[in-house]
Structure formats: C-alpha cells, structure tokens
C-alpha cells in the first residue's frame, strides 16, 4: 500500500489498525500525523468562524450547553474513531475558546502563542522525550542544557556560572527561590504588596512563615520601608522583588534593592515572569537593569515569549545552588550511569517525567532570535503606550497611570460619580457584561487608589498581541465606555438617589 500522505482526508487501516490507535512516533509517525492533523485543523478553522471574536458568547451556561449538544463530555463506551473526534472536538474547542490571538481578548498575561512553536510542539509530542533521564531524551536534554544555558547568560551576562532550569510558569520559578533560599538556610520571606500570590503559597508550602509585606508605591515596592523591614531580619530574610507585576506592569526598583539586600545581607530573588523578556530587547532592556544583580530570577516565555503554556525558567546566578535540587532514583540515575557519563537531568526539576518545552523555546528562539522576540516586546509595549494615550484622550475614561510594560489600566469616569462601592459594581460588571457578550476579555485589579488609600477597582487590557496597532483597540475602549453608561443610567433608574 502506498504510504504517501497525499489523500489526508481518507482514513486508511494500516496493517488492520485503525486510524485511532496508530502511533505518533516510529517509521511512518510524521505520514500518519499529516493524516490525522488536517481533521483537527478543519475542527480548529470552522469552530474559529463560529465564534467570530474573541471569546464565545452567553457565558459559562451557553458553553455548557454547547457542550451538552455536543454529547462530547464523559467517557464514552465506545469510540466514533480518530477523525470524527478529532474534527468535532478541535471544533468544539476553538468554538469555546478565549483566543488570545484576537486582539479583544487582552485581559491576563495570556499570550496568543507563534505558530513555529505551535508546530515544533507537535514534533516533541510525537517522540515524546521525557527529561527525567537522558536515555528518555537524549538529544532533547541537550538542547535543554543549551537553550538554558543561553538564558542563564542573558540574565546573567557577568557571571562566572549562571544555570537555569526549565519550571512550569512563575509559579514553580518562585517556589524554587524560596526553597533555594531555605536551602541556603534563609527563613523569612519578604515580599512586596504588588507580589504575585504563588510567593505567600510558596512560603506556605514549604513550612514558611508569612512573607512579611513590604508597602508599594504606584504598585512599586518603597526601598526605605524595605529597608526597614530588613533591619531586624538581615541575612535571614529573602527579598521577593517583582519585575513587571500583575495588576499594573510596574517593575520594581531593582538596583536600589539589590544594595540594600547587599548592605544587609539577605537573598534576593526577582519574579520577572512578566518583564524578563524584556532583556531581550535593546531599547528595553534597561527597565529590567538589575536583574543581574538578583540569586534568581522567574521567567515566563509563556507572557513575552509567546510560547504556550508551559514555558517558565528559572535562572540562578550561581549553578551551585541549583544543587540543592539533587536527588538519587536507582532506575534513572544510579552513581555508576552518571561516573560512565550519562547526564543526570533528575537534580534539574522538582518533577520527574516532564516534557521538552524548551524544544519549542529553542525552535523558536532559533527562528526569531533573541533580537525578534525583543522587536515582539517592544511593539507590545508600544501599543500600550498608544493605547494608554487614548485613553487620557477619552472623555468617558481616565488612565491609571502611563505602563512601564505592556498594561494599560483604566477606569470609566462614570464609576466615580457613584457612591461607595457601587463604582466598583459598575466597573466590574462592565468587565463580565463584555465577558458574557462575547465582545471582549479584559482584566480586572484592585489598587489602592480610594480617598483614603483603599482599594478600588480598575479595569485592564494586558496587551501581548505582537501584530496590532494601538486603533486596533479604540473600539474596545468606546465598548466599555458605552456599557459604562448604559450601567449608569440603569443605576440611576433603579435607585435615583445615587445620583
Ligand atoms: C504570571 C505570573 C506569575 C505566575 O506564573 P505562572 O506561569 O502562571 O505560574 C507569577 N508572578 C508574576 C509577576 C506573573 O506575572
């Protein structure tokens, strides 16, 4: 039987097995998958048209009963075969989806990921390494050690031995800087208020006491007050900087606290898994100036990188630190396999089986280098700065503050004429009414901004569409305007008071 891939709609048995049970991998593997992916792509492509715009329409009950209509949900008894559940599912899917390639949907550091890494995923997939051993990936776990290797050096260009190893997002990054820092016998973590919450769940999850919280000022952390918080914990304490915070984009300021951890002695680790990529860039780069000076640091290629999830890396200015992740398994790297020359690759990830995602980060990185991802970066950011501007021009809405990264943060002036929290009401309802009309996904963040320095709540686009241009967004913006409005007027008739 012929074996070229030339009829890829026509499922075809290959020596009695059907097309549902063949094999990725192996002889045969890459013609068997140009088979079966045009199903899922034509599933992918027609539910995309369905959907027509960012995200589906009606909400959680609308995309249930889809769903339901579907008869897709459970475990069937019995299969309908590769193709149809390919084709149905990949619909159903993309029909269902909040696509991040759309530019409306801009609320959260969720990034509409390149197709070249999209692509090369389907290759590691395929063959499946697993980097818990070298003889489960042998090549793969080189070019592991080099695309980390590389980002090792890009955080830390004047180091004698930086390493990095690869995590599943910031999440894991942060658990590893404290646990290094505990490991280092550091035993009180210190974080700013603007820190992302994995950092008081990382010091939860390791027996840690509560992190002590340091204040902010335009969500940045107050070197003096950091400074003062250091003055009885000293070389005990680990500092949590943040480049590039999640409710406003801010960057901490890096330089000067890195000199008071030098002056004082405590660890400093920097969560930059939103604005480390911006290292990338030569125009950029010196927003993140002191990043160096930092033990560790957190980054996501899932944000600014514009990998799919997961794609975090931890970096370490020091590879001897990473030694506290050692550990021995007899089956996967026994004392003799690692003297005889196998790489151990158990002591470089809290997991055990894990997949090559820095496969697709190298691909990608190879494409593009790291001057294409900065140029991404900087149209991101700079369609912040232009979208930021029509905002301070919108006479329904006012700006937050001018973005450092790529977070434009806003609030429709209504909001404010209401009193106590029903312009947070309004605010928030303006972010679940475009939500379940499917107009738009935008972000939601609390700051302290109130009278009296309380809490209120803002709305954000986080803007990490690297091919629009700030009027792609002046739509959007007139959309929360115009619902804005029509909530206040209806506030307004139902309880004439408020105004
Ligand atoms: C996204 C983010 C995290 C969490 O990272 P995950 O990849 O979602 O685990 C932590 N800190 C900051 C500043 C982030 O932006």
């Not at 599943?168 to 490991?183: D, P």
């Not at 605010?427 to 901004?449: C, K």
Request: charged letters at 20%; one cysteine or more; proline letters at 7%.
């Amino acid at each position: 039987m012929a074996d070229a891939p030339s009829a890829p709609t026509a499922p075809r048995p290959r020596s009695g097995v059907a097309s549902a049970e063949w094999l990725a991998g192996g002889s045969g593997g890459a013609d068997r998958l140009a088979q079966l992916l045009p199903a899922a792509l034509r599933g992918m492509a027609a539910g995309t048209a369905e959907r027509g715009g960012p995200v589906p329409a009606g909400g959680p009950a609308a995309v249930a009963a889809a769903l339901a209509r579907a008869q897709s949900s459970g475990l069937p008894r019995h299969g309908v075969g590769a193709e149809q559940a390919l084709e149905e599912l990949s619909a159903l899917l993309a029909a269902g989806s909040a696509d991040p390639a759309d530019p409306a949907c801009a609320a959260h550091l969720h990034c509409p990921p390149l197709a070249v890494s999209v692509a090369a995923d389907v290759v590691a997939s395929a063959l499946n390494p697993s980097m818990d051993s070298w003889d489960q990936a042998p090549v793969a776990s080189e070019i592991e050690r080099e695309f980390t290797t590389g980002i090792a050096r890009l955080c830390y260009p004047d180091a004698a031995r930086p390493d990095a190893v690869i995590t599943s997002g910031g999440t894991e990054s942060n658990l590893l800087g404290l646990l290094l820092a505990r490991e280092s016998a550091v035993t009180r973590p210190v974080c700013g208020a603007n820190s992302h919450h994995s950092v008081a769940r990382a010091a939860w999850l390791l027996g840690l006491p509560a992190p002590v919280v340091v204040p902010c000022a335009d969500d940045r952390m107050v070197p003096s007050a950091l400074a003062e918080a250091l003055a009885p914990l000293g070389a005990q304490a680990v500092v949590v900087a943040t480049a590039g915070t999640t409710n406003t984009g801010r960057i901490d300021p890096l330089p000067e606290i890195a000199e008071i951890c030098r002056r004082t002695g405590a660890r400093l680790h920097v969560d930059a898994a939103y604005g480390g990529l911006a290292l990338c860039s030569e125009s950029l780069r010196s927003r993140v100036a002191g990043l160096e000076l930092a033990d560790s640091v957190a980054l996501d290629l899932h944000k600014f990188g514009w990998q799919p999830v997961a794609a975090g890396v931890f970096a370490a200015r020091a590879e001897a630190d990473l030694e506290a992740l050692t550990v021995r398994a007899e089956y996967l790297n026994a004392d003799d396999d690692t003297e005889a020359g196998l790489p151990d690759l158990l002591g470089r990830s809290l997991r055990t089986s894990r997949r090559p995602d820095a496969f697709r980060m190298a691909v990608t990185l190879r494409a593009l280098g790291t001057s294409g991802i900065g140029a991404l970066v900087e149209r991101c950011c700079a369609n912040a700065s232009g979208v930021h501007a029509m905002v301070e021009d919108h006479p329904a809405l006012r700006s937050w503050g001018a973005p450092e990264l790529s977070t434009v943060v806003f609030r429709p002036t209504v909001a404010d004429e209401l009193p106590g929290t029903a312009g947070d009401d309004l605010v928030a309802q303006v972010r679940r009414t475009l939500l379940e009309d499917g107009t738009a996904v935008i972000g939601r963040g609390a700051l302290p901004t109130g009278p009296d320095g309380e809490a209120q709540l803002w709305l954000k686009l986080t803007l990490l569409h690297p091919h629009t241009k700030p009027a792609d967004y002046r739509a959007l913006l007139d959309a929360v305007a115009a619902v804005a409005a029509d909530l206040r007027a209806s506030v307004t008739r139902e309880s004439p008071i408020a105004s």
